[in-house]
């Protein structure tokens, strides 16, 4: 759906998903709602992440999208854990590359 938009939410852009549209006068702008909407149930039960070490347990499919919600909402890092490194660093890669940053450590659990 991105390639046929006429703009994009900057979060979406970089979490490489939308999942609502609106209509403006050149056609449609993407946004995700989920990440800002995973935000808010945060805020509400008074999680703070500004400027904290976040952990992730998991790469599956909304890890990338988690880190990249964490870190644009100001946490110092991002620490995926995962039983499968690659899978994590592959994920910790392309958040690296799309912030600009160094963030997050890869730890393989002890099983």
């Known amino acids: 759906m991105i390639p046929y938009l006429d703009d994009i939410d900057p979060l979406a852009s970089n979490i490489g998903a939308v999942n609502t549209l609106v209509r403006t006068e050149k056609g449609y702008k993407g946004y995700n709602t989920d990440m800002p909407g995973l935000y808010r149930?945060?805020?509400?039960?008074?999680?703070?992440?500004?400027?904290?070490?976040?952990?992730?347990?998991?790469?599956?499919?909304?890890?990338?999208?988690?880190?990249?919600?964490?870190?644009?909402?100001?946490?110092?890092?991002?620490?995926?854990?995962?039983r499968t490194v690659e899978k994590a660093q592959s994920i910790a890669d392309e958040v690296n590359h799309l912030t600009g940053k160094k963030n997050g450590n890869l730890q393989k659990p002890c099983l």
């Open 41 to 82: 149930a945060m805020c509400e039960d008074g999680v703070k992440v500004k400027g904290q070490k976040v952990l992730i347990l998991g790469a599956g499919g909304v890890a990338r999208a988690v880190a990249m919600m964490l870190l644009d909402k100001g946490a110092k890092e991002a620490i995926i854990l995962n």
